[in-house]
């Protein structure tokens, strides 16, 4: 008890030093580009005297350090500043725009693991057969084929010529109005929250919108989900356990799926978490593509925007979920392999 | 168990709806409703007096009115808005505007010349960044209560100087003079900013439509209303919504899911040409391109070598390939559509007479400068070409590319040898571009008067372009004020520091049913009111 009270803290501990790292890192960076932020709120014509107003407005008259103080004790109580752009509470945009990723992200990973670890153990119990060079192939397009290309094309085929799916953004305008004006929003993620209000024809359409975006994040996942599963099944299935298994007469899908599964579980686990957090940076290209109002796109328009806030509470956000996912993938680490737990 | 049947039947109904999704079905949007894709992250606010993004004018120009608008069809002339009929006093300095009869707000609340009132003290008290455009007639948030007033069905506004009338009028008919429903914008203030906040996701104005809903980077929703003066709008429900890419508004435009596109690529409007579906409209922008010279740089100064660059630029060249569709030759500071523009353009490629020039400078040639042009790949077409033109006639440009915000820091601070840049017109009168490009009062360094293009790169216009440029802005007979322009802007395409050379064109895809669509030009923004399909 006392250790596991111990093992908390300590990864307490370790998260508010990232955090804290993560926080003055990009502090220091918003603050030595040579954009001036003031600019991009008075614009081009404004007089020097408006723009020192604004300039004492914003704090960025104090010294540094002071102004580093200041953004960590409002970031420790939940509030990441005012997006010099928009003039809103930069806490209250994430709001808005993270679910949309988590929504994408969780259902690309769902997918990239579902089809990447049986591809992968395929490949791996039959090595050099037609399915392993299948599955390298397709899982080699998914590395190397730009995403934007490929969602356009998915779009093309499945949404213009098939008409299997719907087109960009997160539902069909009308179902957009109903989601807005009659349902109770409880999370921000439109499955979820047509789903618990029952309005299935919402649910419909918001899935025939999520699926070729998530499929495609998906595919992206798998390509590199597959390959790592194939590599750690191979290293299993060589060693010696796996032999004696064999030798006791086990049912091949037994040796494959519970004994060497339970050791692959461990380094895989990371993979997908870090897959999956990749995926809740937001992935700017695809959103670009299919209209997606995620967090990829809020990062990148506040940086276009030189809205230095903005992004610094975006990349705020970004570590959480890294260190969060890093520190879950540790304890999912710890429950399945019992070395880790002594 | 329970649960796990729920989430059955949940996906089983997913099945279903995915192949009988209504909308994939359709093949064209109802009627009715007119579905627009554009990009619309550039809105910062869409409170009419704050709001100074082409997006966000373009919406509140279908939400809100003003008093006097501008006729598309004749550059210059003014028609009745919000006001039936306008006047200025002898003096020149105190106008009288009296309001039309009988028009509602949305809200239902009668229009009157105290919300007329209202609507322009709040600009001035505000003092958001599109209040200078008002404020410039010499009101102060301590003096506006006092200038502009009201009485009955008239309202007056008092200037400081006797302004030439045409430009107080065009002034009044911009995105900031939108006049707001006084009671409504009122009983929602927060902590005295006079309705600021709740103007951020509502409206409250006379215009066709209704603001239902509004979700930044993602669209809006417009409802229209009944009992617009104008006559009720045929599209009761404009659907905006915001998709940056090109290829996937073209995707959606073949398919019938949108009705208009307004961010396509000159290389999507291609692919489009013979889908006997969609139509392509044509309009012009209000920026400029030009490039600006130096003039603390004693080559750059140099008439001789300023004018060898006027012929050392393949406008047409340009024009026919990467810029086109997107932008036009034209080599004056006013955009075409406003008061006083000039369509002459006098010079084209012609490196002989250009070399001829450079020849006649006296400098020992070739001369090395440098050019400050921003990362984005139209940019670095148009650097491109303008850098291989120069070193034909034996100027090497060095250039320095950078971040947009970075380019304008290095021109703001004088900086440059030459930069390539864009300047779009803040209202709709000759003298927000004339009052930039051919007016600098004080070339000193210690001015520091970064508000004017002719100060940034360090070019004195002189006494006599200077006076005539304040002399414009003054003069009270609309006509012979366009031909005032029209001699400042040959001055300053002749004989500057500036050398001119594009303006903004747009093209604008649209369903084969669709009508009445107007993109709003160079002067004005785009009305949805007057579509039908």
Redesign the interface.
């Known amino acids: 008890m006392l250790r596991l009270v111990g093992q908390i803290a300590i990864g307490l501990l370790t998260l508010a030093i990232t955090l804290l790292g993560l926080l003055l890192i990009t502090f220091v960076i918003g603050r030595v580009v040579p954009i001036d932020p003031v600019l991009s709120i008075v614009g081009e014509r404004a007089t020097e005297a408006q723009m020192q107003a604004i300039r004492v407005k914003l704090g960025l008259d104090l010294p540094m350090w002071e102004q580093f103080y200041i953004y960590v004790r409002d970031a420790l109580h939940g509030d990441l500043g005012t997006s010099i752009r928009t003039g809103e509470s930069i806490s209250a945009e994430i709001a808005r725009y993270f679910p949309a990723t988590l929504e994408l992200a969780t259902l690309g990973t769902i997918f990239g693991t579902l089809v990447g670890i049986p591809a992968g153990v395929l490949a791996a119990t039959r090595p050099g057969s037609i399915a392993d060079q299948i599955v390298r192939v397709v899982g080699l397009l998914g590395y190397s084929m730009p995403v934007f290309w490929l969602g356009l094309i998915g779009l093309l085929v499945f949404y213009g010529q098939l008409d299997w799916v719907a087109g960009p953004g997160r539902l069909d305008p009308t179902y957009d109005m109903m989601m807005e004006f009659t349902l109770t929003p409880y999370t921000g993620m439109i499955l979820i929250d047509s789903a618990l209000n029952g309005a299935w024809d919402v649910f419909g359409n918001a899935v025939s919108h999520i699926i070729l975006p998530a499929g495609l994040l998906g595919y992206v996942s798998m390509a590199y989900i597959s390959r790592m599963t194939r590599s750690f099944m191979m290293n299993e299935l060589g060693q010696e356990y796996i032999t004696t298994a064999r030798v006791k007469g086990m049912p091949e899908w037994r040796v494959i799926w519970v004994h060497a599964m339970k050791n692959v579980l461990v380094p895989l686990i990371t993979v997908i978490a870090l897959s999956y957090a990749y995926l809740l940076e937001g992935s700017v290209l695809t959103e670009t593509i299919f209209a997606w109002p995620g967090l990829g796109s809020y990062i990148t328009d506040a940086l276009f925007a030189a809205d230095m806030p903005a992004v610094l509470g975006g990349t705020v956000v970004v570590g959480v979920v890294f260190v969060t996912l890093n520190m879950v993938s540790d304890i999912l680490y710890r429950i399945v392999d019992p070395r880790a737990r002594a | 168990m329970q649960q796990k049947l729920g989430f059955a039947r949940?996906v089983a109904?997913?099945v279903?709806?995915?192949g009988?999704?209504p909308?994939?079905?359709m093949a064209e949007t109802p009627a009715d409703t007119l579905?627009i894709a554009d990009a619309i992250?550039d809105i910062?606010?869409i409170d009419p007096h704050e709001a100074?993004e082409f997006s966000s004018v373009d919406l509140n120009n279908n939400v809100y009115d003003t008093l006097i608008e501008l006729d598309p069809s004749k550059p210059g002339e003014l028609v009745p808005g919000l006001a039936e009929s306008w006047s200025v006093a002898d003096d020149g300095m105190t106008y009288t505007f009296k309001i039309k009869p009988g028009i509602t707000f949305s809200s239902g609340n009668p229009l009157t010349a105290e919300d007329v009132a209202f609507s322009l003290r709040r600009v001035v008290k505000l003092n958001k960044?599109p209040s200078?455009i008002i404020t410039q007639f010499g009101l102060t948030p301590e003096n506006v209560d006092q200038m502009v007033t009201f009485d009955g069905d008239t309202v007056t506004l008092k200037t400081d100087k006797a302004y030439a009338p045409s430009f107080v009028y065009n002034c009044l008919t911009a995105g900031v003079a939108n006049i707001v429903d006084m009671k409504t914008v009122m009983a929602n203030e927060v902590d005295g900013d006079m309705g600021n906040a709740w103007l951020?996701a509502n409206s409250a104005g006379t215009g066709a439509y209704v603001l239902?809903?509004f979700?930044?980077?993602?669209?809006y929703?417009l409802v229209a209303r009944e009992g617009h003066w104008r006559g009720d709008a045929k599209i009761k429900t404009v659907?905006m919504?915001?998709?940056?890419?090109g290829?996937?508004e073209r995707?959606?435009l073949?398919?019938g899911?949108i009705d208009i596109a307004r961010e396509l690529t000159p290389t999507d409007i291609a692919g489009l040409a013979g889908n006997t579906d969609i139509k392509i409209q044509g309009d012009v922008g209000g920026q400029v391109y030009y490039l600006a010279l130096n003039q603390k740089k004693a080559e750059l100064a140099n008439p001789k070598v300023q004018e060898a660059m006027r012929w050392a630029v393949d406008y047409t060249g340009m024009q026919d390939s990467i810029l086109k569709g997107l932008w036009v030759v034209h080599q004056n500071f006013l955009p075409q559509g406003f008061l006083g523009a000039l369509n002459e353009n006098p010079y084209s490629l012609d490196l002989e007479k250009a070399k001829a020039l450079m020849a006649e400078s006296g400098l020992t040639l070739p001369i090395e400068v440098g050019f400050t042009v921003r990362n984005n790949p139209e940019r670095m077409d148009i650097a491109t070409s303008i850098q291989n033109t120069f070193a034909q006639i034996g100027i090497n440009l060095v250039m320095d590319v950078g971040?947009g915000?970075?380019g304008?820091?290095t021109y703001r601070g004088r900086k440059h040898d030459i930069t390539l840049q864009t300047w779009g017109p803040?209202y709709p009168d000759p003298h927000t571009n004339a009052s930039t490009f051919a007016l600098n009062p004080d070339n000193s360094d210690e001015a520091?008067a970064?508000?004017y293009l002719a100060w940034r790169t360090a070019w004195d216009p002189g006494p006599e372009l200077n006076a005539e440029t304040e002399a414009a802005v003054v003069e009270k007979d609309s006509a012979k004020r366009a031909e005032m322009y029209a001699d400042i802007q040959r001055k300053v395409r002749d004989n500057s520091a500036f050398v001119l050379m594009f303006q903004q064109a747009r093209q604008d895809g649209m369903r084969a049913n669709v009508s009445g669509f107007y993109a709003g030009g160079a002067t004005d923004s785009a009305s949805y009111w007057t579509v039908s399909k």
């Open positions: 949940a109904l997913a279903l709806m995915t009988a999704s909308m994939a079905l579905v992250d910062v606010s100074f960044t200078f951020k239902k809903s979700k930044p980077n993602e669209g929703v659907f919504q915001h998709i940056p890419e290829a996937t995707l959606l073949e398919k899911d971040d915000k970075q304008l820091e803040d520091n970064t508000g």
